[in-house]
């Protein structure tokens, strides 16, 4: 399905409920129940991820915003302007407002798994930057997509903040990288926010912050669950649960069964042990060394690299 105006379009490729119904069932079987943290982001967890973003303990946003606005020349002059910018996993659209301007690109594709919550945003930059062609994308970016619009004569850069990179395992963070290889072709350039090692007590603070949003967002999936497949997940039985790993240099957040329960989806049992947990999220800190290792094997090659007077984040150009 497309809606359009002249600058607008919005393409509906993501057979969402289908693929949600089939990935709990099979997450919440495994020996470690888990859900894909991608499911985080229908319209109630977006806005709590807003939320969480504008905490004192959560940095990652403040600091890459600062670093891609202290630098905006510098990041301009090494992307180019009116190249297509194309974002995988847009959600909020704040920081790639700091880049409109500057670029002018000659369109912007999101690409985003929630539905409502993306035609929001998108819009919402379509009539704020009156000359900017904007082409929505609902869908997967994790999976192979093809892109609805492009122009053969410009170079197209994928711009990929926030630290997402760091969700993935590392071996699948270079498929990830390779997808967006893929997007942007031949010649084509990715800037992309990646969080930097640190001490113990940041992390674990920046993932339970005081006002206990990221304990909603975290939560949020089982009302999705309950609300989209008719599960009855009681959620006064579950608990956040977020923990820096230094072994594995990766936060990893659960939710935490509080008692022995069962719960049915759409007609499947699933017993939780008290203190099993299912597992959510990991978000994986990078040395820019590592970091770069990574980027390497998925085929590009280090432009430049920003990062904050404190050394807590990173922000990095790549071409392929």
């Known amino acids: ?98 880049l409109l301007d ?76 390779e997808e967006i290889k893929n997007m942007v072709g031949e010649n084509g350039g990715l800037l992309i926010g990646v969080d930097l090692q640190k001490s113990t007590q940041i992390l674990n603070a920046a993932y339970n912050d005081k006002q206990g949003y990221t304990a909603q967002f975290n939560l949020n999936l089982l009302s999705r669950i309950n609300r989209e497949l008719g599960a009855d997940f009681n959620l006064a039985n579950f608990r956040h649960h977020a923990f820096f790993n230094e072994e594995r240099s990766r936060i990893e957040m659960h939710l935490l069964s509080l008692q022995d329960q069962q719960v049915t989806i759409d007609g499947q049992v699933f017993n939780f042990k008290k203190d099993q947990s299912i597992h959510t999220e990991y978000s994986h800190k990078y040395t820019i060394e590592h970091f770069q290792s990574l980027a390497e094997k998925a085929g590009f090659s280090r432009v430049k690299t920003w990062v904050d007077n404190e050394g807590l984040f990173s922000v990095h150009y790549l071409t392929c």
């Open 102 to 177: 500057a670029l002018r690109p000659i369109a912007y594709l999101p690409i985003d798994i929630s539905r409502r919550y993306l035609q929001d945003e998108a819009r919402k930059l379509a009539e704020e930057f009156t000359w900017l062609n904007v082409h929505a994308v609902c869908a997967d970016f994790t999976g192979k997509l093809k892109l609805p619009y492009h122009v053969e004569s410009t170079n197209k850069v994928a711009f990929f903040p926030g630290s997402t990179i760091g969700n993935f395992l590392p071996e699948q963070a270079v498929a990830v990288l």
């Open 1 to 98: 399905m497309t809606k359009s105006t002249e600058r607008f379009q919005f393409f509906d490729q993501h057979p969402q409920i289908a693929d949600f119904r089939e990935d709990i069932m099979q997450g919440l079987s495994a020996p470690q129940p888990y859900i894909s943290p991608k499911y985080f982001y229908d319209e109630t967890g977006s806005r709590l991820f807003e939320d969480i973003c504008s905490t004192d303990e959560y940095y990652p946003t403040r600091t890459e915003v600062n670093i891609i606005r202290d630098n905006i020349d510098d990041v301009v002059e090494n992307l180019g302007r009116e190249c297509l910018l194309i974002e995988p996993g847009s959600g909020d659209s704040y920081k790639v407002r700091l």
